[in-house]
């Protein structure tokens, strides 16, 4: 195969950082040969912004022309263009949360068989370094996990609570560590703020394992890090920002580029057919854990 061609859907925030990772690192392999906003003229307007091309319509975008997509767009839409590209042949990087119901991930997932094709879902934490490092060195039963992870942007438009637009990052590495069998949980937040803004989870699993996440958008400085205690005595502590492991005060690691590493991993499994780190289905019950701890704020 010659360089990859790409198309990313959705080219903000989230859609210009890959399109940055892309011609930093990937630039020898790999080609963004076009993006796709909500309107034409939306699409041409930031294609000169980026000095690459673009789409009009998604209907555009096909095996002819693309050989694979970044869907980048609000999480309402992933599974609607996610399953469109998916049934034409085209393998998708879909942007957390894979969509917004399990009925959405379904969709998605039947799309990818239908058109054999894959899915691998943007949870970039999985790909941090630190992370990556931590369950190498964990050797023994998780006793207790504690973490953070707080935004500036204190404006939330979507109307989906800060749990499945925030706290789903830590809520993926947790699901990796301890699975799904959760024995009880509360949900709680401050009194001042709405659940778009603010949440305290409290987890216990039947292993005996507890779990407390906050997730806050606020106004104040960033604080994005998470303690786990294995049964050993040791205690480890990532600093997300600075891509950071230490185990007992010592570094372990630190640095290195977690989409960097998605985008490798997105890359390796187009060209040669690989297993995403995180799988569909796994992807599809971090949705289904988001979804129960919300179901306590309904």
Not at 129 to 156: D, F, M, Q, Y
Not at 287 to 296: A, D, I, P, V
Request: aromatic share 4%; net charge neutral; hydrophobic share 40%.
């Amino acid at each position: 195969m010659d360089k990859l061609r790409i198309a990313i859907i959705g080219c903000r925030n989230m859609g210009q950082k890959h399109l940055k990772t892309l011609r930093e690192n990937f630039a020898d392999i790999a080609d963004v040969v076009g993006i796709l906003n909500s309107t034409p003229e939306s699409s041409a307007q930031r294609a000169a912004e980026l000095c690459v091309p673009y789409f009009t319509d998604i209907d555009e975008i096909n095996k002819n022309k693309v050989d694979a997509a970044i869907v980048s767009t609000p999480a309402s839409t992933h599974a609607a263009i996610g399953e469109k590209l998916l049934l034409r042949g085209i393998p998708c990087l879909i942007e957390k949360p894979l969509a917004t119901t399990l009925d959405g991930c379904e969709k998605l997932i039947s799309a990818a068989k239908s058109g054999k094709s894959l899915i691998v879902t943007g949870h970039t934490e999985n790909y941090n370094p630190a992370v990556i490092r931590l369950k190498k060195e964990l050797h023994s039963p998780i006793v207790c996990i504690r973490g953070i992870r707080t935004s500036r942007n204190a404006t939330n438009i979507t109307g989906i609570s800060v749990i499945q637009e925030l706290m789903i990052h830590d809520l993926a590495i947790v699901y990796s560590l301890l699975g799904n069998d959760l024995a009880k949980f509360t949900v709680n937040k401050r009194p001042d703020l709405g659940w778009e803004n603010h949440a305290i989870v409290k987890m216990k699993y039947k292993n005996g394992a507890s779990v407390e996440l906050e997730a806050l958008r606020e106004n104040r400085e960033v604080e994005r890090f998470m303690d786990i205690n294995d049964n050993d005595g040791n205690i480890f502590h990532i600093d997300f920002m600075e891509r950071r492991l230490l185990k007992n005060g010592q570094i372990l690691t630190e640095g290195g580029n977690s989409l960097q590493n998605e985008l490798a991993d997105f890359i390796d499994c187009v060209k040669n057919g690989g297993t995403p780190q995180v799988e569909t289905r796994e992807a599809m019950n971090i949705l289904k854990l988001c979804l129960h701890l919300e179901s306590e704020i309904k």
